[in-house]
């Protein structure tokens, strides 16, 4: 054998004889990174659950069944969701519904739907404006995201912008 080829499997060896690095499971990776925003998820026959809620500082909003308020933007068209990047959905998930499925006492029904998305799935809207939650609201009832950028706004239950 070579002189080079003995250094070469030397030198390898010593490199290549390391313990292998630890890797973590997809849970764990999961755990360590913290919660990721996207769409809220659905599961086959989920029904979308939106309730009415008084916010000190809007009024009436409508919020998802865990009291998250629900927002629109004025930059979509009608059933016409814009929010559709990664970079705007991590920030404001959208609202989904299996097969338009919606529950929602103290909201008139004609002002409930769904528009589809277009990665298949179906968006809840009210009076025509897709929903979403914003990411920044940190509990139920925090409304944070009315206002943001001059466009983002709690929605009412007759699906306008929140007011006081």
Not at 40 to 58: F, H, Y
């Amino acid at each position: 054998m070579s002189r080079f080829a003995v250094l070469a499997l030397l030198v390898c060896l010593g490199a290549c004889s390391s313990p292998p690095e630890e890797t973590a499971s997809p849970a764990e990776l999961e755990a360590a990174a913290g919660p990721v925003a996207g769409p809220t998820r659905i599961l086959p026959g989920d029904i979308a659950k939106l309730q009415v809620e008084e916010s000190p500082a809007v009024g009436a909003v409508v919020a998802d069944r865990e009291h998250y308020t629900l927002y629109f933007t004025t930059q979509d068209g009608p059933s016409k969701p814009t929010c559709l990047e990664p970079e705007c959905t991590l920030v404001w998930p959208p609202l989904l519904a299996k097969g338009g499925q919606i529950e929602a006492p103290g909201i008139d029904p004609a002002l409930l739907g769904t528009t589809k998305r277009p990665d298949g799935l179906e968006q809840v809207t009210i009076a025509g404006k897709p929903v979403h939650r914003y990411v920044d609201d940190e509990q139920a009832g925090d409304t944070t995201g009315h206002g943001v950028d001059d466009k983002w706004f709690a929605i009412s239950p007759t699906g306008a912008k929140a007011t006081r």
